[in-house]
């Protein structure tokens, strides 16, 4: 797409995206359980920075979590088992909620379950919610021994969530998908099929450590979720094949700890990104990343950031 | 306090370099609001590997020169990259984080060491003799070497009183920190069963291996002191976003419940803490 350059020089850069029913003042978002309930940052990064938070993952019931260790730090990455500790629904509703509503950002709740029963029951009950700006449903942890995951790797189970979560609410519906699958697309249309209207990914993939000293796994979990830089040649890659096998918008994460990644994310098909384990390093990236796609655009001559959504994909 | 690119002003080896110990001192921001017990996440590298920044307790306090120092041991990769920062580089901080230790407004402190342990405890005893507070040291470790190299010297300079234990007898009882920490202990508990009269109240705080945290918690409980033990966990974020660092505590009404090491610690009453928890 040649533009002129020139023309583009001094001009405002559009930032906002639309995703289906999601309407965002720009396409960074942060990834959910690396950003808590939205105000521990506060003092760092203002969180009308984001386009969007996803919060920590939410289920029915309370939950302590896994055993520490539950962090192991690898190669330019972080495996985490946390084991989805939340304050659960009814304290999540009663305690956390009102002050997310007030966020001057789009708030998205991430939820868990343990049966498609969980997921309907979240779905209704913050379905019914003012200040909530979509659903993420998260069919892809790893870090709980039932339930997650497993809704995650199996097309049926997930298209089957997805369809519950849909039939309970009218807020947008983001489905987060795991890349510990074989094919990718296959966990694409079968959201797509349960009534999905945005794919996010990728999640963490299951690794592990051990320490060598003590001969034992790190974790107290043994298994854990990788993120961090190192996964993101995989997350491109996928963000590029669940481009090409569906039709729903795509918020594209896996390692963003700069412009160059974001911009990245969006040619391979991204219309929006996540930013994770890129704040535990620099809680400023959303502000950078931001500040390097404007320029990025007007170096190219482009006036929306949509326009670079799927770029590459010509180019192949 | 906002991030902070602080300026290293000195950064060396100290003691016996095999013991892998080095101070760092930093002038920035960081100082104004420092309060003894508190901690930096350090960004060790520019660059993303190591990814995760290290929290690293601080030493000293100086807010006339707008100083903090910080003493650790090079252990892995992430100390082992910061180890080569030099003076006049700017290091990028988080902090100061966590809660710190509190002080109290009279009585006596006693400050119980394991190790390196040590390293947060030297500004809350500055901090509690310019409270006018009487401060004990008691500090266990592996050796006389270990202590020298540690800072023995700068506690001596305090004027305290300094109760040790080295594993290998060199300096002072032969074991661990209970072993003097027993030693004043019991005539304090002694005279009071002999007088009646009511002790001065004793605050105590903790900092070293865990096994060690949780004797002095448990004998503190038996004696009614009021103890305060600074924990160690693995940490991502620093702020409380990424729940990595979750301790399990028991509340005033005895349910079991979580709380952060980053946030609501590193410092937390040593009753509360669920030494036998998941772990």
Known sequence: ????????????????????????????????????????????????????????????????????????????????????????????????????ADLPTAVIVNISGFSVEDYALLARSLGREKGIAALEVNISCPNVRHGGLQFGTDPGSAEEVVAAVRRETDL?????????????????????????????LINTLVGMSIDVEEKRPVLGNVFGGLSGPAVRPVAVRMVWEVYQAVDLPIIGMGGITCWQDAVEFMLAGADAVSIGSGNFVNPLVPSEVLAGLESYCRRHGFSSVRELTGLAQSKS | MPLSYEEIISHESQGNPAEGLRRLVLRGSVAATARPGQFLHV????????????????????????????????????TETLARKRSGERLDVLGPLGNGFSIPEKGELWLVAGG????????LARAGLAAGLKVHLF??????????????????????????????????????????????????????????????????????????????????????????????????????ACLGCSVTVRDERGRLTNRKVCQDGPVFPGKEVVWNGAR
């Open chain 1, 1 to 100: 797409m040649a533009r002129d350059k020139g023309a583009a020089g001094g001009a405002e850069i559009d930032l906002g995206v639309r995703l289906t029913g999601l309407e965002l003042k720009n396409p960074v978002i942060a990834a959910s359980g690396t950003y808590g309930f939205g105000r521990e940052y506060d003092l760092y990064c203002p969180v009308e920075t984001w386009g969007g938070i996803a919060v920590k993952g939410i289920t029915p019931e309370p939950r302590l979590g896994n055993p520490v260790p539950r962090l192991a730090e690898t190669p330019a990455g972080v495996l985490n088992a946390v084991g989805l500790e939340n304050p659960g629904l009814e304290e999540f509703l009663k305690s956390y909620l009102p002050r997310l």
């Open chain 1, 172 to 200: 947008p519906v983001i489905a987060k998908l795991s890349p510990n699958v074989t094919d990718i697309r296959e966990l694409a249309r079968a959201v797509e099929r349960g009534g999905a209207d945005i794919i996010s």
């Open chain 2, 43 to 78: 960004r060790v590298s520019d660059r993303l590997e190591p990814l995760l920044r290290r929290p690293l307790s601080i030493a000293s306090i100086d807010r006339t020169r707008g100083e903090v120092t910080l003493l650790y041991r090079v252990r892995g990769r992430g």
């Open chain 2, 116 to 123: 390196i342990g040590i390293f947060p405890l030297y500004a």
């Open chain 2, 139 to 240: 500090w266990g470790g592996e050796s006389r070497n270990f202590l020298q190299s540690a800072g023995l010297a700068e506690w001596q300079d305090l004027g305290i009183p300094l109760h040790l234990s080295t594993m290998d007898g060199s300096l002072g009882d032969k074991g661990t920190v209970m072993l003097p920490l027993g030693k004043a202990e019991d005539p304090r508990s002694a005279a009071n069963r002999l007088s009646g009269q009511p002790l001065p109240a004793l605050s105590v705080a903790v900092c070293g291996p865990r096994g060690m945290m949780q004797a002095v918690a448990e004998l503190g409980s038996a004696r009614g002191w009021r103890v305060e033990v600074s924990l160690e966990e693995r940490m991502a974020c620093g702020v409380g």
